[in-house]
């Protein structure tokens, strides 16, 4: 077994043994799926422009960035807080690959809770599948790259476990305000939506939710994501210590 | 020949000079301590071994390698347990050996590992469950477990009750009889007397002294000092005219005698030969940390004046 599978096995372990990351990454978008559902917001409002693939990719869209602004970074800062990563370079194995391994099991988190709200839209709420499939993956994957490379940011910058989780909520709220959560559609004061387009959490909701649809993401919103992820990324890669 | 040679180390961090200029020797299968108050510059010292820091002047072998820029080769051969370093709470204990049993080409095994450091039974404990002497002896394995030529130890018993304290000096002296050459840093005293063949004293990022733990106590302090009663009255003069007695004073019904070399097989022979028992004996000789304090406050007058 490689040393990257063998450490991502143990971290994998980790990640579920920890409640607080386990919940937050599963039970946070099916809760939000069954509350919402169940009082109808998963029909959609054409009045208000809000689309019925609204709740699916808000709860898909939460659980990514949950794991990307709070758990990843919260993980990575405690590791170099308590010297695990200091104890790690002293052996034949690059702290990198925690870094890595860290990546990939949150990835993999993201992957299962956006699976299990795809199920439940499907399967329970009756609002079917994304009609473009190939536009909605494309999303889900910049969406995620753009949310993960600003979660490596938060733990390049964070000195602590705590201050990394205090960051991450710091960046999690307005990341939400922006997204439209509370004010979907036109519901969204008209001087925030410029930031919905380009915002992160906004611009993939958007996308995720045109793919949805049926249509192809915005390109405003797609090169968004992009340029987050390679600003955010290079950064984070520049600033990080592993001690 | 020697496995880890160190000359002329000096390291800063910004204005603050944390070694100044530190040299020493370590033998091959040697305990060899690193012993100062906090602050001497013991650690940064060691982590320039183990290739965390690279020096600013200086050099450092390490089996024939450059911390720096052998570091790949070094970190199979070097084992390190490092000062306030933790896994993540959740890990197990033989998920952890098991871990960085990996990570080496030829690594120990695990079983026997945790067998060897009285870890079998808590192998699916979690870390954040282990007390200290747990972590610790945890710490040891994870240091071992590439089978290194060299460990280096931090600090390792700070912070543990005085039973794990012994425990753990038990398994150093173990580990050494498996081989393997171990750096100890320590500012504890007794710790260094107990384990340690030689020692490099450091102060102010400097060695002070370098010698074994006796060999140390010898240069400050040739005297001893026997107390006892005697079990019926004795002229003074008896004792204060033998030949390695230099003084006898009384306190109450004790005799005090102070002298060098074989003072306690003088003293107690000539007091049989005038059938007087010596009661309540006690010897008191200089410890190691008399001979830090008479060493590092000498070495500060000598920079005063």
Same mark, same amino acid.
């Given at each position: 077994m490689s040393t990257l599978t063998k450490i991502t096995t143990v971290e994998s372990k980790l990640f579920l043994r920890d409640t607080t990351s386990a919940v937050m990454a599963f039970a946070l978008p099916v809760g939000l799926m069954v509350v919402f559902g169940s009082i109808g917001l998963g029909e959609g409002d054409t009045e208000q422009n809000i689309s019925g693939a609204f709740l699916p990719v808000m709860a898909l869209a939460l659980s990514v960035a949950i794991l990307a602004f709070s758990v990843l970074p919260t993980v990575l800062a405690t590791y170099r807080e308590k010297g695990i990563l200091r104890r790690l370079s002293t052996t034949p194995v690059h702290p990198g690959n925690v870094l890595a391994a860290q990546l990939l099991v949150n990835l993999a988190a993201s992957v299962v809770a956006a699976v299990a709200v795809l199920v439940l839209a499907a399967a329970a709420f009756d609002l079917g599948v994304p009609d473009n499939g190939v536009g909605f993956l494309i999303a889900f994957v910049l969406t995620a790259s753009a949310l993960?490379?600003?979660?490596?940011?938060?733990?390049?910058?964070?000195?602590?476990?705590?201050?990394?989780?205090?960051?991450?909520?710091?960046?999690?709220?307005?990341?939400?305000?922006?997204?439209?959560?509370?004010?979907?559609?036109?519901?969204?004061?008209?001087?925030?939506?410029?930031?919905?387009d380009v915002s992160p959490l906004g611009?993939?909701?958007?996308?995720?939710?045109?793919?949805?649809?049926?249509?192809?993401?915005?390109?405003?919103?797609?090169?968004?994501?992009?340029?987050?992820?390679?600003?955010?990324?290079?950064?984070?890669?520049?600033?990080? *210590?592993?001690? | 020949m020697p496995v880890i040679e160190v000359t002329n180390l000096h390291k800063r961090y910004g204005t603050t000079v944390a070694v100044d200029d530190v040299s020493f020797t370590v033998e091959e299968g040697e305990i060899f301590g690193i012993l100062g108050p906090n602050g001497a510059g013991?650690?940064?010292?060691?982590?320039?071994?183990? !290739?965390?820091?690279?020096?600013?002047?200086?050099?450092?072998?390490?089996?024939?390698?450059?911390?720096?820029?052998?570091? !790949?080769?070094?970190?199979?051969?070097?084992?390190?347990?490092?000062?306030?370093?933790?896994?993540?709470?959740?890990?197990?204990?033989?998920?952890?050996?098991?871990?960085?049993?990996?990570?080496?080409?030829?690594?120990?095994?695990?079983?026997?590992?945790?067998?060897?450091?009285?870890?079998?039974?808590?192998?699916?404990?979690?870390?954040?469950?282990?007390?200290?002497?747990?972590?610790?002896r945890l710490s040891i394995a994870l240091a071992l477990v590439g089978n290194p030529k060299i460990a280096v130890l931090d600090e390792l018993t700070t912070g543990l009750?005085?039973?794990?304290? *012994?425990?753990?000096?038990?398994?150093?002296?173990?580990v050494r009889?498996? !081989?393997?050459?171990?750096?100890?840093?320590?500012?504890?005293?007794?710790?260094?007397?107990?384990?340690?063949?030689?020692?490099?004293?450091?102060? !102010?990022?400097?060695?002070?002294?370098?010698?074994?733990? #006796?060999?140390?106590?010898?240069?400050?302090?040739?005297?001893?000092?026997?107390?006892?009663?005697?079990?019926?009255?004795?002229?003074?003069?008896?004792?204060?005219?033998?030949?390695?007695?230099?003084?006898?004073?009384?306190d109450g019904a004790h005799?005090?005698?102070?002298?060098?070399?074989?003072?306690?097989?003088?003293?107690?022979?000539?007091? #049989?030969?005038?059938?007087?028992?010596?009661?309540?004996?006690?010897?008191?000789?200089?410890?190691?940390?008399? #001979?830090?304090?008479?060493?590092?406050?000498?070495?500060?007058?000598?920079?005063?004046?």
């Open positions: 993960f490379a600003i979660g490596l940011l938060v733990a390049a910058l964070a000195p602590t476990g705590k201050a990394a989780t205090s960051l991450g909520m710091l960046l999690f709220f307005p990341s939400m305000f922006f997204a439209g959560v509370w004010t979907p559609g036109d519901l969204m004061p008209s001087w925030a939506r410029p930031v919905r611009a993939g909701m958007e996308a995720l939710q045109k793919s949805w649809d049926g249509g192809w993401p915005d390109a405003t919103n797609l090169v968004a994501l992009v340029v987050v992820a390679a600003i955010a990324g290079t950064v984070a890669a520049k600033v990080f *210590r592993w001690e | 013991k650690t940064t010292t060691v982590e320039c071994i183990e !290739g965390l820091r690279r020096p600013d002047s200086g050099t450092v072998t390490v089996l024939g390698l450059d911390p720096t820029s052998d570091r !790949g080769q070094l970190r199979q051969v070097v084992g390190a347990q490092l000062q306030e370093s933790e896994l993540p709470e959740n890990i197990t204990v033989a998920e952890a050996i098991d871990l960085y049993a990996s990570f080496y080409p030829n690594p120990a095994d695990p079983a026997e590992l945790m067998a060897e450091l009285g870890l079998t039974e808590k192998r699916d404990t979690r870390f954040e469950k282990l007390s200290g002497g747990q972590k610790q009750d005085p039973q794990a304290r *012994r425990d753990t000096w038990q398994l150093v002296e173990k009889a498996r !081989g393997v050459t171990i750096v100890l840093v320590t500012h504890f005293m007794d710790e260094a007397e107990r384990l340690c063949d030689r020692l490099a004293l450091i102060d !102010g990022g400097r060695v002070v002294a370098i010698d074994s733990p #006796a060999g140390l106590i010898g240069r400050v302090a040739s005297e001893q000092t026997l107390r006892f009663r005697p079990s019926s009255p004795l002229d003074e003069s008896v004792l204060a005219t033998l030949p390695d007695v230099t003084d006898v004073t009384r005799y005090i005698v102070t002298g060098t070399g074989n003072l306690p097989y003088t003293v107690v022979t000539t007091l #049989a030969a005038h059938d007087v028992v010596a009661a309540e004996l006690r010897m008191d000789q200089a410890s190691l940390e008399d #001979a830090f304090v008479a060493l590092t406050g000498r070495a500060l007058d000598v920079e005063a004046a």
